[in-house]
């Protein structure tokens, strides 16, 4: 099985709806990220999580919340989404002191 | 701010062909470096990292070399695969900022028999 889950793994949605990304591990790590992979324009990170009670923003966090419901699962909501959030989503985990992340397969998401 | 530039593709070679691709950093201190690869399909693994200068990364018949004067961590393969077509990502971290990873922009690269 694999350690980093997301689901779904593909989304379609209208302008306007919320919607909810769930990433869940079985790592074990205290630490999870979610980013947002756009063409050509790499990985940028939206929130990160240390623990359970430590969230904090990330370069586009604009548009997005999340929640860290317990060690092993981090959550990304789009409250209102619009069609520029269409982007490929990945969760990611680490834990140090080792610096390696380790991510999910990636929730593609259509904002029509 | 921290950033990562690296050539832009698509890379298209031919089985067997040497691989090369540049990646240039601009960042605080002594971060770590890395590259991970993405498959068709796949999310990011790691595929090689060097945590200090002169330092270097090898895995599946790629290298890294952690190039502190020039600032640079490209990768480079003798022989490649059409196994080896993805996407490379060159990223960059400290630890002192939670690990946090800054991306290039990624380097698609098509291997062809």
């Known amino acids: 099985d694999a350690d980093v889950t997301q689901t779904p793994r593909n989304r379609i949605t209208k302008t306007g709806k919320r919607i909810m990304l769930e990433c869940s591990q079985t790592k074990g790590h205290d630490r999870m990220y979610w980013y947002r992979q756009d063409p050509g324009l790499g990985l940028r990170l939206i929130y990160y999580s240390f623990d359970v009670k430590d969230i904090n923003k990330g370069e586009i966090s604009d548009g997005y919340s999340v929640s860290r419901q317990a060690q092993a699962k981090f959550s990304l909501s789009l409250e209102s989404a619009i069609p520029n959030q269409t982007a490929l989503y990945f969760c990611?985990?680490?834990?140090?002191?080792?610096?390696?992340?380790?991510f999910g397969p990636g929730t593609r998401l259509l904002v029509l | 701010g921290d950033s990562v530039t690296q050539m832009e593709g698509p890379v298209t070679l031919s089985e067997e062909a040497f691989l090369t691709i540049n990646c240039t950093y601009t960042?605080?201190?002594?971060?770590?470096l890395f590259w991970y690869v993405q498959y068709p399909g796949e999310g990011l693994q790691l595929l090689l990292k060097?945590?200090?200068?002169?330092d270097k990364g090898s895995n599946k018949g790629f290298e890294a070399t952690y190039r502190k004067e020039t600032t640079s961590f490209h990768l480079e393969k003798g022989s490649v695969q059409v196994s080896d077509s993805a996407v490379y990502f060159c990223?960059?971290?400290?630890?002192?900022?939670?690990?946090?990873?800054?991306f290039g922009g990624g380097t698609r690269v098509l291997v062809k028999p």
């Open positions: 990223a960059l971290t400290h630890k002192a900022a939670g690990n946090k990873l800054t």
């Open positions: 960042a605080t201190g002594y971060p770590s």
């Open positions: 990611a985990t680490s834990d140090p002191p080792l610096e390696t992340q380790y």
């Open positions: 060097a945590t200090k200068a002169d």
